[in-house]
């Protein structure tokens, strides 16, 4: 078996190390180097898309489609219609922060599903030292994928719009936290027509910040993220003020 990695930031070079320690072959793919591993027909095993939600209009339609099939998406927001392009199932839901000396913090187990080539990756990640477990459940897999977005959708965007680190987000602004939260999962759960438990998921929230308290937030990519709520929430006639407020005070028009 061999692992295709597309993308040579933190995350894919975590990927690539875990995969090599392994005894597993990679083939890491960037702008510069190795294209034809996803761009002719061909190859093995794993390719695992670790490139940033903003590049996928750039890189999806450079995939043959041959590897669908061999596809992992591992990106943190919303992002069903590349995949959709892509014709691929197969995603995986990291939970740990990777600095740039190639540290890694769990915060949380990853999930993966979809697919085998997610099984294969799931499987070498939980052997080298990031726990991770295989869902095989779609409706399962759907609320992980909320359960993902919330770090972005909620923890990441009202610490840095707050600018205080996520460690002091729940004891400061813990009433935002929940109300977004609600916001957030009362728009992705109608989109994916799946049943949540908001209380289990604040609970994950409050265990990953725990375990990343210094971390300052982003409220970048916003498109696969509160402008996907936005977007979904006013197709739906769904309120969300506290994503509204958020987005607003950003300079965007949700």
Known sequence: MAFTVV??????RVL?????????E??????????????????????????????????VPRIHPSHADR???????FIGEWMERAEASGRGLL?????????????????????????????????????????????????????KALWSCVV?????????????????FGPEVEAL???????????FAVDVDVSDLLGSLRKMAAALPDYAGSSGAREFRNLWIARNARERGIRTPVNDRILRELGEKP
């Open 156 to 172: 990441s965007i009202l610490a840095a719009w707050k600018k205080v680190p996520v460690g002091a987000l729940f004891d400061r």
């Open 95 to 147: 939970h740990f922060n990777a600095a740039a000396d190639g540290t890694v913090r769990v915060l949380l187990p990853s999930v993966f599903g979809g697919n085998d080539a997610a099984r294969e990756t799931c499987g070498v990640l939980d052997r080298e030292g990031i726990p991770s477990r295989f869902e095989p459940d779609l409706d399962r897999l759907r609320v992980e994928v909320i359960r």
């Open 26 to 59: 990679v083939v890491l793919v960037t702008r510069e180097e190795n294209r034809a591993a996803i761009e002719e027909p061909g190859g093995e095993g794993p390719v695992l898309v670790a490139v940033r939600e903003e590049h996928l209009a750039d890189l």
């Open 181 to 191: 939260t609600r916001e957030c999962v009362g728009v992705a759960s109608t989109v």
């Open 71 to 77: 596809l992992v998406f591992v990106q943190n927001g």
């Open 7 to 12: 993308g040579a930031g933190r995350i894919g």
């Open 16 to 24: 690539a190390d875990r995969a090599r320690r392994a005894g597993i």
